[in-house]
């Protein structure tokens, strides 16, 4: 986590919520890294986690990420929880809960969707306080 919180601090250089993940081997290497960077690239999909995928993916030269870990400073999105799922990824640890738009057990719980052909194991809560304290201070910041 420390890692995924490390990359979250990239994203205030852009003015980007301070959201960061990593994509971590079976052997605990990182493969992928990846910092919200919406602002930045004007991309509605620039999220942590798509792309902290997209380079686990690109490292390894395959789509499937079946013996891999996704760890994330806040619960994923729709998106992000889709993406998870699509990848097949096995587990998610998580930081911070999202009880406005998280799609991973607070709004909704995509990746364990039992209708879906693969299910993500979920570790949350792990940093909560400091996960959450980057971005309420973020926010607190952007709103004054």
Do not use: Y
Request: proline fraction near 4%.
């Amino acid at each position: 986590m420390g890692l995924a919180l490390a990359e979250a601090q990239h994203a205030l250089a852009t003015a980007d919520v301070p959201v960061g993940a990593v994509v971590v081997g079976p052997d605990g290497v990182v493969l992928g890294r990846g910092h919200n960077a919406r602002e930045a690239d004007g991309d509605p999909t620039a999220h942590a986690e798509v792309l902290a995928l997209r380079a686990a993916a690109a490292a390894l030269g395959r789509w499937r990420l079946d013996d891999c870990t996704l760890v994330v400073t806040l619960e994923p999105c729709l998106m992000c929880a889709g993406a998870t799922v699509l990848a097949r990824v096995p587990r998610l640890v998580l930081g911070a809960w999202d009880p406005k738009a998280g799609a991973c057990g607070s709004q909704w719980d995509v990746v364990r969707d039992r209708r879906l052909n693969h299910r993500v194991e979920v570790i949350g809560g792990v940093r909560e306080q400091e996960c959450g304290a980057l971005l309420r201070d973020f926010f607190a910041t952007h709103r004054a």
